[in-house]
């Protein structure tokens, strides 16, 4: 009796495996995406504190000395670009974390189809020394 490997699932490991590949890699895309957005806004934030250390040392937004701006800004509130800004940020961060858990997902995922494919390997093999042996 000879034992076939199954071509149909084998074909549709392979797949998996491929587009799990796939998913992979824009998921790292998506992720080296992030880390230049963030590198680009440190190096904005860097070059903008640094021009206004040079416009006026000690006077911070509208002339007020540097101590009392923060003061200034809680009494009157946050701007409404401000509260979508942040709000548009907290709104990506949860993106970000459901892509992270289905990147997560997927990886675990990939992994067990990897096990599953070496394993369906293997018994083809021990299954053809089986076979060439009798």
Known sequence: MKL?????LMAKLVDAFDMMTA???A????LKNIVDIHEQATSDLA??????????EGEGREGLPTGCQDVAVSKNGESEDEE?????????????????LQAVA?????EKLVETLQ???KNVRFNSLITYRC
């Not at 979508?84 to 992270?100: A, F, G, H, K």
């Not at 997927?106 to 990939?110: H, S």
Request: net charge negative; aromatic share 2%; proline share 2%.
């Open 106 to 110: 997927a990886a675990e995922l990939n």
């Open 23 to 25: 998913q992979e890699t």
């Open 119 to 121: 394993r369906h390997k």
């Open 4 to 8: 076939q490997p199954d071509r149909d």
């Open 84 to 100: 979508q800004d942040e709000e548009m940020i907290r709104e990506t961060l949860r993106e970000l974390e459901q892509v992270s």
């Open 47 to 56: 070059a903008e504190n640094e021009t206004s250390d040079a416009k006026g």
């Open 27 to 30: 998921f790292l895309g998506v």
